[in-house]
């Protein structure tokens, strides 16, 4: 079988995908700009997360929040495959219009929201039923401002945060922390498509939610 240019659309997991090459990406990125933290791609431990969510999916109607969501395709999986309702936050705006060219290709609607992690409201939060986020903890500098943000959507309510990674050192930091504060468990995945992967999935469930014989702790 011929392979693939390099810039064909390809379909992954029901979505079809834009590779970075491909002209209709590289037009969208001389009008509007390139994205400025590594959200020049679609990186692969979101589909750690699809598969998860395939075991374990969410219930329909799902409020869930994509944070550092880049072009949002784990949002779209949630969306098409759920009925979740979504929400991409990412720091950087020049993701949006690559975000924005993918849900209508895949006939999904996202909604978005431009902050860093540590700037989302309170109140925001709360009207979240999960979080999550593929590859977000990849340099020293963010495991703080993830802490702060998973401190106060367990404050808020959010009853599951699911972030998923290769390994790296700041990942596998905030990990241990969560696993001490919030008996986050840690759990190692592998992919075969795309392409063979392993990597983790930092599961936390809501420790104030959790139900014990006497109701919730
Ligand atoms: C490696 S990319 C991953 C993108 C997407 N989750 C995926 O799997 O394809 C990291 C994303 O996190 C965003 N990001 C980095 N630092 C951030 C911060 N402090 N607050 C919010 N988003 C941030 C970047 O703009 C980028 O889109």
Redesign the pocket.
Same mark, same amino acid.
């Given at each position: 079988m011929s392979k693939l240019p390099s810039a064909s659309i390809q379909n992954i997991r029901g979505l079809d995908i834009y590779p970075p090459k491909h002209p209709r990406i590289q037009k969208m990125l001389a009008k509007a700009g390139a994205?400025e %933290?590594?959200?020049d791609?679609?990186?692969f431990?979101?589909y750690f997360i699809m598969d998860y969510l395939d075991a374990n999916p969410p219930a329909p109607k799902t409020r869930i929040m994509?944070?550092?969501?880049?072009?949002g395709?784990?949002s779209m999986y949630c969306t098409k495959n759920f009925h979740a309702r979504t929400l991409g936050?990412?720091?950087?705006k020049n993701?949006f219009p690559l975000l924005e060219l993918h849900a209508e290709r895949n006939k999904v609607k996202v909604k978005t929201k431009a902050?860093?992690?540590?700037n989302l409201k309170p109140a925001l939060l709360a009207k979240q039923d999960m979080i999550v986020?593929?590859? %977000?903890c990849?340099w020293d500098e963010?495991v703080e401002?993830l802490h702060t943000l998973i401190a106060n959507a367990l404050d808020a309510g959010v009853k599951r945060i699911i972030i998923a990674d290769p390994g790296r050192p700041p990942f596998l930091k905030l990990a241990r922390r969560c696993r001490r504060l919030y008996k986050g468990k840690l759990k190692s995945v592998r992919i075969t498509k795309p392409r063979k992967h392993e990597g983790y999935l930092l599961i936390i469930d809501n420790p104030a939610l959790v139900l014990t014989a006497d109701g919730p702790t």
């Open positions: 994205p %933290i590594h959200g791609k679609v990186w431990s979101s994509e944070i550092g969501c880049g072009w395709l784990l936050v990412d720091a950087d993701v902050s860093r992690f540590e986020g593929g590859d %977000i990849f963010l401002p």
